[in-house]
């Protein structure tokens, strides 16, 4: 958080009770001069505070100034040069260097090449460049074949979450398919299922669906098996891309969001090029290896992981799905040595049996990731050996980020505390007020040229309400993070909460609204309340909520009412309940279970305990 040493300083000391926190200029955002500047006022202030972390800031300021300086020959070069021109270079630099490993399999860069061509020719009589192509797929080598094979035709990807299904599923298309003709679902063999529920209203949006891997009977869907092992592996034509620049969208990224279904956030070639280098800023190297485990559709995987290693040209291991109990094996067969996280998945690390011999065996030496916990960061440390833990901050659609990069434990992590405020205070005025140092407020990052907000796709209102005017001046304007943060009094900063009700469940955001939305469509169900509870005898753990999606919505635990508290505006009041849990000795009301085998259950006290004593697993 030390880019907060460098250029919050103006934040520290604002006076006035205050709600706003003013991240002014993001680092990964600066210019080259901004940098140079920093670098020679800064540097002897340091110095003269003697500033502990000096090294680090040293160093962290040469990647940025080498970030930028490599920033700028991208925007200087004509054509652009994108991540995929990164990635042809290494083909040719080392193409027998290993790219991916994926369970057993290892694809040079090389490989990777051919495989990618092939599938380019295979959809090049499918789509045109600019065409956007939703890419519905679990992690597997045949995900970063498309992806490539697409920017070489010029085309944008839509990753989708697969596990979405049904409306959500269609809604994703409207907002980011901008031709119609043209544009294409790809699935593979085990979620076709959740394609085929909706065939019809994609075929009337005219989405041309396209199978991977199982010669598909269906009518209305086509195989692209065949023409994927008949196509050439050599390069299509550059000109398909000549169109691109750096302003041009890369790739569309679904974000749970805090409110209603999916929105989809514009991720141009830029942006992609400044999450990449967030492996430099962290310190990895040319000869790490990555392992990369969450889903792709993600941008932590997917920008971070993968695109951030195809910059710094180091192999990838690919995995299906998180494994606590597989991680370490993987990490020592593949000699992993950098891996990413995100809060939860360190507490499930350090939940695993403890196997003192082999707990240090490994060569894993740096962790990068977001949203650790004080008390995991420090287990984590002390069961599993000295690695340094860089924690980033920053939303996929965001225009501000953080690195930690000096290590500084910190207490990161969300609860699911009902803020009774959401809109930030204003002065007389009607001008917002900054924190002071050591007080929560929300982060905000001023829209700019070198700090653009790219909004959602076809999504005016969401990308507004994101948007804050007349913050300090009038006519200016300012990402709303939804994040509370804290800065202390060496420029750290910690993550306080999420505003809205938005709860973390395995890693990601869920919209507790988004859940009900789904209850609502069923006839019967009057209202609906969504919210999260802490079970009991467990801290702040991965089980603490009630509801989940799963498939298609589903509660884990029910509590029906005859009728619903809410507020003089009508919001339904939420905390009241969510402090009462699911005790059903404390509650009165019909409280029900979902039941792997049997469904709906009513709740026992033995299930109650069962699921307190960590018996039964939410
Ligand atoms: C990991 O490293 C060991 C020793 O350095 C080597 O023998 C082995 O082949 C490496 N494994 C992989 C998958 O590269
Ligand atoms: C931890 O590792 C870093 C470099 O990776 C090294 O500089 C440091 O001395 C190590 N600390 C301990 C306690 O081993
Ligand atoms: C909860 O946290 C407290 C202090 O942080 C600790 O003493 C206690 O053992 C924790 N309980 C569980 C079940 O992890």
Redesign the pocket.
């Known amino acids: 958080f030390s880019s907060v040493f460098l250029f919050f300083l103006s934040v520290a000391g604002s006076p006035g009770s205050s709600r706003v926190l003013h991240a002014c200029s993001i680092m990964f955002f600066s210019l080259l001069y901004t940098l140079l500047a920093g670098l020679v006022l800064v540097l002897p202030v340091l110095l003269y505070l003697r500033n502990p972390y000096l090294v680090q800031d040293v160093r962290y300021c040469l990647s940025v100034l080498q970030l930028a300086l490599s920033l700028n020959r991208c925007k200087r070069r004509n054509p652009c040069y994108t991540i995929l021109d990164r990635f042809l270079d290494l083909v040719s630099k080392h193409p027998h260097k290993?790219f991916l490993?994926f369970e057993g399999s290892?694809f040079t860069y090389i490989q990777a090449d051919r495989e990618s061509n092939k599938a380019a020719w295979a959809l090049r009589n499918r789509v045109r460049s600019g065409d956007t192509v939703a890419v519905f797929m679990g992690n597997e080598p045949q995900f970063v074949w498309l992806w490539l094979g697409l920017s070489k035709l010029g085309c944008t990807a839509a990753l989708l979450n697969t596990n979405i299904r049904s409306k959500s599923l269609v809604h994703c298309f409207i907002v980011c398919i901008c031709s119609s003709w043209g544009s294409c679902l790809f699935c593979v063999s085990d979620l076709q299922g959740a394609v085929v529920e909706v065939l019809p209203t994609l075929q009337s949006l005219g989405v041309q669906v396209l199978v991977l891997g199982v010669d598909c009977a269906v009518e209305g869907l086509h195989s692209l098996t065949g023409s994927l092992s008949e196509s050439s592996d050599q390069p299509v034509p550059v000109d398909l891309r000549s169109k691109i620049t750096l302003k041009s969208p890369a790739l569309y990224i679904y974000t749970s969001g805090t409110t209603g279904l999916p929105k989809a956030a514009v991720i141009n070639y830029e942006r992609l090029w400044m999450a990449s280098f967030l492996q430099l800023i962290a310190g990895v190297r040319s000869d790490d290896?990555m392992y990369v485990y969450l889903p792709l559709y993600h941008s932590a995987a997917f920008m971070m992981g993968l695109c951030g290693s195809i910059e710094r040209g180091i192999p990838v291991v690919l995995r299906r799905k998180f494994s606590a109990s597989q991680f370490w094996n993987d990490c020592r067969?593949?000699?992993v040595t950098v891996i990413q996280y995100i809060g939860e998945v360190m507490r499930y690390l350090c939940n695993v049996p403890k196997v003192r011999k082999q707990d240090r065996d490994h060569?894993v030496r740096l962790a990068l990731g977001n949203g650790i916990r004080t008390d995991t960061w420090n287990e984590f440390l002390q069961r599993f050996g000295n690695i340094s833990i860089c924690e980033c901050y920053g939303a996929t659609e965001g225009n501000i980020g953080f690195v930690n990069y000096v290590g500084k434990v910190g207490a990161i992590g969300s609860g699911p505390n009902h803020l009774n405020w959401e809109e930030p205070v204003r002065d007389s005025r009607g001008f917002c007020v900054r924190v002071p140092t050591g007080e929560t407020g929300l982060l905000v990052g001023q829209i700019s040229a070198r700090s653009p907000f790219s909004g959602y796709s076809k999504n005016k209102q969401q990308t507004e309400k994101k948007i804050l005017r007349d913050v300090f001046v009038k006519g200016d304007q300012y990402f709303n993070s939804g994040d509370l943060l804290r800065i202390d009094r060496q420029g750290f900063v910690f993550f306080q909460d999420r505003i809205g009700d938005t709860f973390r469940w395995k890693g990601e955001n869920v919209a507790t609204t988004e859940v009900a939305d789904h209850l609502l469509m069923v006839d019967c169900i009057e209202e609906a309340n969504v919210y999260g509870v802490k079970v009991p005898g467990k801290n702040f753990s991965t089980c603490q909520f009630m509801c989940w999606w799963m498939q298609n919505t589903l509660c884990v635990i029910v509590r029906l009412q005859d009728a619903l508290d809410v507020t003089g505006t009508f919001k339904q009041l939420k905390g009241k309940l969510a402090k009462e849990g699911f005790d059903p000795a404390l509650i009165q009301d019909p409280l029900f279970y979902l039941d792997d085998s049997q469904g709906y259950v009513p709740m026992s006290r033995d299930i109650f305990d069962a699921i307190a004593e960590g018996r039964l697993r939410l």
């Open positions: 290993p490993y290892c290896i067969k593949y000699n060569k």
